[in-house]
């Protein structure tokens, strides 16, 4: 509730809106409405008048309910943000050559991007040799898993695995902890990306299991994780692919929480307390440039995700109400035109996921628009990062913008949107039917499509694409070699011949144990998948198995 | 007699599922009056080839974000052995400018990159088909 105000003082500030108001038009004219992407009214200037909420209900204090302005009390004064930069080319002993550099230079947390035959459930020896590492890491076994992590302390350093279900890379992870007499409770980290729909939905990087399938081994792996590696976040539930595939920022943290609302009811089905599994429940956004528009989104939605833990799940431990979140600064912003001038864009970003009071953050290289980014690419993206941090002081004050009559305005009217796309899809029969259905890919569709209108018509401009344009020499985009063809053919060949020498009987075992426990829904699936890492069966088996037994998944695509 | 409109076939193969940009030029296609087949991502070469012939297109236009274009030169051949010479193949996304070299020399027509006009996409489509459809008389 507002203070009342003494009549006078109204009436004198009323006067004085009043004055501005003609000033405003006398200069500006009848300017045209202008839109954010999510396409909410901005409103050439905000005050007292343009924020009625409620200090203590509706922002309240940092990591106290509704955490509007951020989820933990001293933010990132006094803790930064984790840099996480995906790493993830050619060989594995070339990602652990890249890795240990990293972690020289103070990394602690590190992810693994695998290669795309990995994402598509293939062994190395099943696809295209050209395309082999030039997105990722070619990791098939629990051998490349202990190649990729040789020197790296599983039991200090925070680890995410962006792991297509059947999450096999964590798998190989454990079967490689086991081999180094790790404890599995030693061990921290992130399934990225563990979302199902959003990868039916949108990038469609998913290994291809019918939907049915998927959902059953995602809750499989959030029980075994939450019972064997409790400080493994399973669930990590993803906005990026669909902000990214075109959906607008609004529509992005809607889908994301009708999905996690999705993901939370299908674990209480199987009988699972959510104070047991929300506090493992992660969330991986995209940050694009429109800077006010996403920190309203990321206030927004913490606040919504307090509300529905407490209100919708009965959750009672705080840990479940925390909305923890990784964010990457969005590549579909980036250009080819020009590319330095990413270097801008990321920035932007940058700061809006930090003042939107992220958790972890991955950085763009500039060179995204071009190829995979290069080292030199990467290194400013991480400089940036430590420019903001410590040059700019950006983590100085806790949550600055609060209080800020437009982004509370804003946040607000986010707020709103978000919940009215939460609705159509609560209509629909919540996300799993609205994806079966299609209705989620039809306004993601629908979103892209009206962006690059904009885009063409000149009215989002983007500069060195539709606005000051250059002539530009081919020497100044630079691009990331690929692999070494010879290096990627002693490790095709290396993986025939593990093939030829491991225990047979034992992966035979393995995989019919594994088909058995997909024929019977009261056995853990992924408790079989790591069995047959450790027994040492390769991931396109694993995948070959499962995608037998529970079906064949194709991406629904809506044009 | 107006000659029909463009018969298009949009897909991706390989490896890469984001298909944003194939979807955006698809219904783009679709909307400037154009014939479209779109295909999901993850085709074989020997499907497109297939879907090529069957559906007797104009043009195949073959999107990639990660790298998929490394296997262009694959479908080029495989669709010159199937006796498809006169198909015309653009390839658009994320192209380094030493690979864009290595595709016109495989026999693609023309590569787009990040940042190209819709219009200007439809246009040369327009232009290889009255490209093929002039030979073809």
């Known amino acids: ?559 | 007699m107006t000659s029909p409109p463009p018969k298009v076939l949009v897909t991706k193969i390989g490896l890469d599922g984001h298909d944003r940009g194939s979807r955006v030029v698809a219904s783009h296609l679709r909307d400037a009056g154009m014939e479209v087949v779109y295909t999901p991502p993850w085709q074989d070469i020997a499907a497109v080839v297939k879907l090529a012939m069957e559906e007797d297109v104009d043009v195949i236009g073959v999107s990639s974000l990660a790298t998929d274009h490394l296997i262009v030169p694959k479908l080029m051949r495989a669709l010159y052995a199937a006796g498809l010479k006169d198909i015309a193949v653009i390839v658009g996304g994320i192209v380094p400018d030493a690979d864009e070299a290595m595709l016109l020399e495989a026999g693609v027509a023309r590569v787009f990159h990040p940042g190209s006009a819709l219009d200007e996409i439809s246009a040369e489509i327009s232009r290889l088909t009255r490209a093929r459809r002039t030979v073809g008389v």
Not at chain 1, 62 to 68: A, D, E, R, S
């Open chain 1, 1 to 559: 509730m507002n203070k009342p105000m003494k009549a006078g003082k109204l009436s004198a500030q009323q006067t004085e809106a009043e004055q501005w108001q003609r000033d405003y038009a006398v200069v500006a004219g009848s300017d045209k409405p202008v839109r954010n992407r999510s396409g909410i009214e901005v409103r050439p200037l905000y005050t007292p008048r343009d924020w009625h909420g409620d200090y203590a209900a509706d922002l309240g204090y940092p990591g106290q309910p509704p955490y509007t302005r951020g989820i933990y009390a001293s933010m990132h004064r006094g803790r930064t943000w984790s840099q996480r930069q995906l790493v993830g080319l050619g060989t594995p002993h070339d990602y652990n050559a890249r890795l240990l550099d990293m972690i020289a230079h103070g990394t602690t947390a590190i992810s693994l991007i695998p290669c795309n035959s990995v994402f598509r459930g293939y062994d190395m020896d099943e696809v295209h040799a050209e395309l082999l590492g030039t997105c990722g890491v070619v990791v098939n076994t629990a051998e490349h898993m202990e190649q990729c992590l040789a020197g790296v302390d599983l039991a200090r350093t925070s680890c995410a695995m962006n792991d297509p279900s059947p999450f096999t890379l964590l798998a190989l992870m454990l079967a490689t902890a086991k081999k180094r007499g790790v404890d599995w409770r030693a061990i921290s980290g992130t399934s990225n990306q563990s979302d199902y729909l959003s990868h039916f939905v949108a990038n469609h990087m998913f290994f291809r299991i019918a939907l049915p399938g998927a959902r059953r081994i995602l809750i499989d792996h959030i029980e075994f994780c939450n019972r064997q590696v409790p400080d493994w976040n399973p669930m990590s539930v993803v906005g990026q692919h669909m902000q990214q595939a075109g959906a607008t920022p609004a529509e992005a943290m809607a889908f994301t929480l009708s999905s996690a609302i999705q993901y939370a009811e299908d674990c209480q089905a199987r009988g699972m307390e959510p104070d047991a599994f929300l506090p493992r429940f992660t969330f991986f956004f995209d940050i694009s440039v429109s800077l006010f528009e996403e920190i309203a989104k990321f206030r927004a939605g913490r606040r919504i995700w307090a509300r529905i833990t407490r209100e919708r799940f009965g959750a009672r431990d705080p840990r479940s109400w925390r909305f923890k979140f990784h964010g990457q600064t969005s590549g579909v912003d980036l250009t080819r035109q020009q590319p330095l001038n990413n270097i801008a864009r990321v920035t932007v970003q940058a700061m809006a996921g930090i003042f939107g009071g992220l958790q972890s953050l991955h950085t763009d290289a500039y060179d995204e628009a071009l190829s995979c980014p290069t080292e030199f690419g990467a290194r400013i993206a991480v400089n940036t990062q430590n420019i903001l941090r410590e040059e700019a002081h950006l983590t100085d004050v806790i949550d600055p913008l609060g209080g800020s009559y437009y982004i509370e305005s804003l946040t607000d009217e986010m707020e709103q949107k978000i919940l009215g796309v939460m609705a159509e899809v609560e209509a629909a029969g919540g996300m799993y039917t609205a994806v079966e259905q299609g209705l989620v890919q039809k306004m993601i569709g629908a979103s892209a499509r009206g962006f690059q209108e904009k885009i063409e018509s000149g009215e989002q401009t983007v500069v060195g694409v539709n606005a000051y344009q250059v002539e530009e020499g081919k020497s100044e985009r630079q691009a990331l070699p690929t692999p070494e063809p010879a290096k990627m053919q002693t490790h095709v060949a290396a993986f025939k011949a593990y093939k030829e020498q491991r225990s047979q009987d034992a992966v035979h075992t393995a995989r019919d144990r594994l088909a058995a426990a997909a024929g019977d829904p009261r056995q853990n699936i992924f408790e079989r998948v790591v069995e047959a890492a450790e027994a040492g069966c390769t991931h396109g088996e694993i995948c070959a198995t499962l995608r037998r037994e529970l079906g064949f998944g194709q991406p629904l695509v809506m044009v």
